[in-house]
């Protein structure tokens, strides 16, 4: 796949023009809004962290952690466009040392893990250069 | 208006992982709170269950399942569940029952017996549900908790010191608390020292999982002035609301906020207490002391501001001048709150009401916080459930 042509794909009202991720959605949101239609939209690939973290411990299932487990860092990123935050995690070697609020990100796709022999990709922030 | 209703008595089991049946727990609160307020459970009217969703169906119809233990005895019953909210929406909802002159005199009972570890989503392949995705992704409640301390750290300017330095505050509190689970003191450097989670914020700065039972008996303030009662805590107002369209707060569990493209942006938590305040017709600049949800020490300074102890973004000079500490202006979390307790989450919203009546009949002990008039929860439940109280003496 191009990453360049990587999006996460939301929803948008084709009334209100309300976004939605994910976008699974079926009614509208917002309280001023009857629609229940919507398009399939890509979201913004670039956004401003809002802010970041990291996991030292292993999460619970249903995470799949490599073993021995491996630290990933997490970032909330701001979407200009869309006026929404979205979690995810920040780049494999990225940690929390490399990465400040405000600063600008883009995403990437990252195997999350693999199990049964098929890879499970996710999307991850990647700081710009 | 409407009648005013009374806090008659409150009665806590300890808080900590006595591995112990929740009925255990919830009996012995409930069995204290009527005691405390020379109330034979035999006149309860009406009884208002915390829902408990880790002990199976006993937990789900927790409401009767207190009834039958304390003994079958023709009450009505209502069970709720609003996650950490829960206490207070079974308030509110016995509360209302007094209100609409449906009963004189009820009970509200929340407990819990917890796993240890992290609260973990329920078992299986559930795509559909926000709650599953997050912890897929690798995202946990100390996620969300870090990411709002790490923001203070980038905007406000609070730095490691002050988050340990909450952690320390509400361990010297519930030192000599005999309902708290963690009585022993810190010091910063011990804090720091702790390992890290989720940076910022470190082990002994983490909430944990603890069991539980918080009960209150509430009654019509015609019922408590019958019975003689010098002891009554008026409740002032109660806020159970929902966050508003396009919320703008990173929320457990989901993964994006609202989209503001087509509507305003509104801050949840900084609007939880205000209904409160408005219905007890007090502001926050009258408040003697505040319980509020520190799951992480640095969410204590979130809370300040929500609940209107402060403007936004200095939180950090009213915990560097003393102002929340026992003693100080305005003491938070004079319980020990969540640092020292740990969360039983149906009980927990109960827990800060317990306080706050101890607090405000002037019972509190060695953590007595001085001339204490109008107390004030703040609490959160996953999944949008507003929580505010406000006592009055």
Excluded at chain 1, 14 to 39: A, L, M, Q
Excluded at chain 1, 86 to 95: F, H, N, R, S, Y
Excluded at chain 2, 375 to 382: A, E, M
Aim: with cysteine; net charge negative.
């Amino acid at each position: 796949m191009d990453e360049a042509d990587t999006h996460l794909i939301g929803s948008r009202c084709k009334r209100c023009g309300t976004y939605f991720f994910p976008g699974n959605v079926t009614f509208c949101r917002n309280p001023s809004c009857e629609s229940d239609e919507f398009d399939a939209v890509p979201l913004s690939r670039e956004g401003t962290i809002w802010s970041y973290t990291d996991a030292q411990y292993k999460p619970p299932e249903p995470y799949v952690a490599a073993d021995p487990f491996e630290p990933y860092a997490i970032a909330a990123v701001e979407l200009a466009k869309e006026r929404m935050i979205i979690l995810g995690q920040l780049a494999k070697g990225v940690t929390v040392d490399d990465v400040t609020t405000g600063m600008q990100v883009e995403l990437q796709l990252q195997t999350l893990f693999t199990k049964d022999g098929q890879d499970y990709v996710s999307w991850v922030w990647q700081p710009k250069r | 208006m409407s009648r005013d209703v009374v806090i008659l008595g409150a009665g806590m089991h300890p808080w900590g992982k006595w591995g112990k049946n929740f009925v255990e727990y919830g009996v012995h609160a409930a069995r204290a709170a009527l005691k405390d307020a020379g109330v034979s459970w035999q006149d309860i009217e009406f009884v208002a269950g915390g829902a408990t969703m880790r002990n199976g169906y006993p937990g789900y119809v927790a409401g009767a399942t207190f009834s039958q233990a304390l003994g079958w005895q023709g009450n009505e019953i209502m069970t709720c569940y609003a996650a950490c909210a829960t206490g207070s929406q079974a308030l509110a909802a016995a509360r209302a029952k007094i209100q609409a002159g449906q009963c004189e005199v009820a009970l509200v009972v929340g407990a819990d017996t917890t796993p240890k570890g992290f609260l973990a989503p329920q078992k299986g392949e559930r795509p559909d549900d926000p709650d599953w995705v997050r912890f897929r992704l690798g995202i946990t409640n100390p996620t969300y908790f870090s990411l709002y301390a790490q923001r203070r750290k980038d905007l406000y300017g609070a730095t490691d010191e002050d988050f340990a330095a909450i952690k320390v505050k509400n361990a010297e509190h519930g030192f000599s608390n005999e309902f708290a689970r963690y009585r022993k003191k810190f010091t910063v450097e011990e804090v720091l020292a702790s390992p890290m989670v989720a940076s910022p914020l470190r082990l002994f700065e983490i909430c944990a999982t603890s069991d539980g039972g918080a009960a209150v008996v509430v009654a019509s303030k015609e019922y408590a002035d019958r019975l003689g009662s010098q002891r009554q805590v008026k409740i002032g107002g109660i806020s159970t609301v929902s966050p508003k369209f396009a919320s703008a707060d990173v929320e457990m569990p989901d993964i994006a906020t609202d989209s503001a493209a087509a509507s305003n942006a509104y801050s949840f938590r900084a609007s939880i207490a205000q209904k409160a305040y408005e219905e007890a017709g007090v502001g926050p600049e009258e408040v003697s002391l505040a319980e509020v949800y520190d799951l992480s020490s640095a969410m204590e300074l979130d809370w300040y501001e929500y609940i209107g102890l402060c403007p936004q973004g200095d939180a950090e000079k009213l915990l560097r001048d003393g102002d929340t500490r026992i003693g100080g202006r305005v003491p938070v979390n004079a319980s020990g709150g969540l640092a020292c307790f740990g969360e039983a989450v149906p009980a927990q919203a109960l827990a800060q009401v317990c306080e706050l009546t101890m607090q405000l009949r002037g019972e509190a002990g060695d953590r007595q916080v001085s001339d204490a008039k109008v107390g004030v929860t703040g609490n959160q439940g996953l999944f949008g459930h507003g929580s505010s109280v406000v006592l009055l003496r």
